[in-house]
């Protein structure tokens, strides 16, 4: 059996068609703050994907020049051109005067980076009294929270490490 509704029903039912002003200002504003949200994001993303891709290419750096010492049975030095490696740096053999690479300076949002020149021996290890205690710091100049280090492992490998709890030390994987 079909139930069919009586007339006055179907007049009291009005159908509502659009969206009030109200409801249609609460919209956009609620959309506003999320689009801002994810540009600040957005925004310190691609700020710490800068930090990165500078410590990676500073870490490629290493890696080439511990290889060559390998390859070459030589020692191979990377010295920075000027005390802070913001004017980049050379990869040469321990005593030539010409460098087998160049890298140009960093970044315009690179802090300096501090640390002395890194020589390898020609088994691959890092010369002096082991692998150095210390590691190079690539950190963003406009925030400083933004840290990655380039550490060095026994075997004279370098090794990328993030500063995840922005404590100005890197973290251990």
């Known amino acids: 059996m079909l139930l069919i509704p009586k007339v006055g029903f179907l007049k009291r039912l009005r159908v509502q068609r659009g969206v009030s002003t109200v409801e249609l200002v609460l919209g956009l504003a609620a959309f506003a703050a999320a689009a801002t949200a994810g540009i600040h994001?957005?925004?310190?993303?691609?700020?710490?994907?800068?930090?990165?891709?500078?410590?990676?290419?500073?870490?490629?750096?290493?890696?080439?020049?511990?290889?060559?010492?390998?390859?070459?049975?030589?020692?191979?030095?990377?010295?920075?051109?000027?005390?802070?490696?913001?004017?980049?740096?050379?990869?040469?053999?321990?005593?030539?005067?010409?460098?087998?690479?160049?890298?140009?300076?960093?970044?315009?949002?690179?802090?300096?980076?501090?640390?002395?020149?890194?020589?390898?021996?020609?088994?691959?290890?890092?010369?002096?009294?082991?692998?150095?205690?210390?590691?190079?710091?690539?950190?963003?100049?406009s925030n400083p929270a933004r840290l990655f280090c380039v550490e060095f492992r026994v075997t004279g490998l370098p090794v990328l490490r993030a500063d995840k709890d922005a404590d100005g030390g890197c973290d251990a994987d």
């Not at 300076?105 to 002395?116: K, T």
């Not at 002096?128 to 205690?133: I, V």
């Open 41 to 141: 994001a957005l925004a310190r993303s691609n700020a710490t994907a800068a930090v990165r891709a500078q410590a990676s290419v500073l870490q490629s750096a290493l890696n080439f020049a511990r290889n060559e010492a390998i390859r070459l049975q030589a020692s191979v030095d990377v010295v920075p051109l000027d005390e802070d490696w913001t004017r980049g740096w050379n990869i040469r053999v321990h005593g030539a005067e010409a460098p087998m690479r160049e890298y140009g300076p960093l970044g315009d949002d690179i802090a300096p980076i501090h640390g002395r020149a890194v020589s390898f021996l020609r088994t691959g290890l890092v010369r002096g009294d082991g692998a150095p205690t210390e590691s190079l710091h690539v950190a963003s100049r």
